[in-house]
């Protein structure tokens, strides 16, 4: 970790890529034999009917737990050592000196492709702002990058297919790129703390640290570890619910209270996913389930972007360095453009 | 000579999570060093560094944005001149 750069040309790691392949044909064969395996235990060797209520919720949850698990682990695993070659430095370096519009739309790709946990947003707010990237311009930045989750982007893929999943991206972009702008052209600079603007920047000091494709590896390998534990709670209560609906809560229930027809369902949705605080990952189970129960897509998605945007911890990090009256309307205009997919989704995808 | 080692951090729990390792590492591997935390996002930002928690072993940069095991921060220290 702290060899030089010049050590490092080292010859292609043979036993490295051979454990990666191995590793991802044995991931493979799992998530394939996951259904045949759990039909066995449940339906034969547990000897529960298949179209039994409580077999099917059971079978439901050790095969959803299982696939989720899987998936979840694979893609943190590939999205951490892809990641892992972008920087919040590199990504401050590109956006300096922009003007505002098309550094919009750069600054929310980037949010997606850069590596950040909410603990940076402080200071990576603080250091794009002093480094003279435009307000509007990061804050694109910091709507994008939790609301464009690139977990739940490979898992919505897997899950629901390919229209869903860029739809998804897409209209996460458009909001964080649209609401940057509006908030940049309000010209919210009086809303920040005034200590934000006197910061001195050095520069960038992290360009010595290059990494190899083991740590890569370890590091996706780390970061796997890590966030499944993490969500293992959330995720287990999400298809443990999902299950429950799944076997027991008849299909017009949710069709006739929370359905696309519903106007409501979309501002209810978001409502009730502000408080919520879970990551991605957790919500999918459950945006699953009750989408075969009939709610709309849109519904839905408003739903997980509301659970995983607009979070109650980050708010009060960002506290520290923005205004209430800047946190207030940031809340609503990302809120407002979630309202506003969810809506779009539903009378899209009806 | 003395090591100054400090852990740069907003106070996540990841950020803790560095510090005590970073503490046991420097126990376990008997090092001469002292460990520091700075949680000011101001001093983090002025030192030119956006990725927390990161770690700073007598002014340079050794790694940010990740937690590494007590063993790794050893091997870390150990390669240290």
Redesign the interface.
């Known amino acids: ?3 030089k750069a010049s050590e490092r040309r080292a010859p292609p790691d043979v036993s490295l890529a051979a454990g990666l392949l191995g590793a991802g044909v044995l991931w493979w064969v799992l998530y394939r034999i996951n259904g045949p395996f759990w039909d066995w235990i449940v339906y034969r060797l547990a000897g529960l009917a298949p179209d039994g209520r409580l077999g099917e919720t059971i079978h439901f949850f050790v095969f959803d737990t299982t696939k989720i698990l899987l998936l979840l682990s694979g893609i943190i695993f590939v999205v951490t050592v892809l990641r892992s070659f972008m ?3 590199r990504t ?1 370096a590109l956006l300096g000196g922009k003007r505002e519009g098309l550094a919009n739309v750069a600054a929310a790709c980037l949010g997606v492709a850069t ?6 947003a ?3 707010f ?3 702002v ?1 480094a003279g990237v435009p307000l509007g311009v990061t804050l694109s930045f910091l709507i994008a990058s939790p609301l464009v989750n690139e977990i739940a982007l490979g898992m919505l893929f897997t899950l629901f297919g390919w229209r869903i999943a860029l739809l998804y991206v897409t209209a996460g972009l458009t909001i964080a790129v649209v609401a940057g702008f509006v908030l940049g052209r309000m010209h919210v600079e009086r809303w920040v703390e005034p ?1 934000v603007f006197e ?8 360009s ?2 290059k990494l190899t494709w083991r740590e890569r590896t370890e ?1 996706g390998r ?2 796997a570890a ?1 966030i499944v534990r993490k969500v293992l709670p959330y995720l287990l209560i999400g298809i443990a619910l999902g299950a429950v609906i799944h076997g027991w809560v008849p299909t017009s229930f949710f069709e006739t209270y929370a359905g696309p027809g519903n106007p409501f369902a979309v501002p209810v949705a978001v409502l009730v996913g502000i408080p919520l605080y879970s990551n991605a990952a957790g919500v999918l189970p459950l945006v699953e389930v009750l989408h075969a129960k009939g709610l709309g897509m849109g519904t839905l998605l408003a739903f997980m972007m509301a659970v995983v945007a607009l979070s109650l911890p980050e708010m009060i ?1 960002l506290r ?2 923005l205004k209430p009256k800047l946190i207030a309307a940031f809340v609503g205009v990302v809120g407002a453009g979630i309202v506003f997919v969810g809506y779009l989704f539903n009378a899209v995808l009806g | 000579m003395t090591m100054q080692i400090r852990v740069l951090g907003p106070g996540c729990s990841r950020c803790k999570t560095l510090a005590e390792n970073t503490v046991e590492a420097v126990r376990a591997s008997g090092v001469d060093a002292t460990v520091e935390e700075v949680h000011d996002p101001m001093e983090i930002v002025a030192l030119g560094i956006l990725t927390t928690p990161a770690l700073v072993i007598d002014g340079e940069l050794v790694l940010a944005g990740h937690v590494p095991t007590v063993l790794q921060l050893q091997e870390v220290l150990a390669g240290r001149p």
Do not use: D, I, N, Q
């Open positions: 970790m702290s060899v920087s919040l430095e401050r590596p950040f946990c909410s603990c940076s402080v200071p990576a603080m250091g794009f002093a200590f910061t001195k920047v050095s520069a960038a000091v992290s010595g640290v590091l780390e970061e890590t990090l520290r360095v």
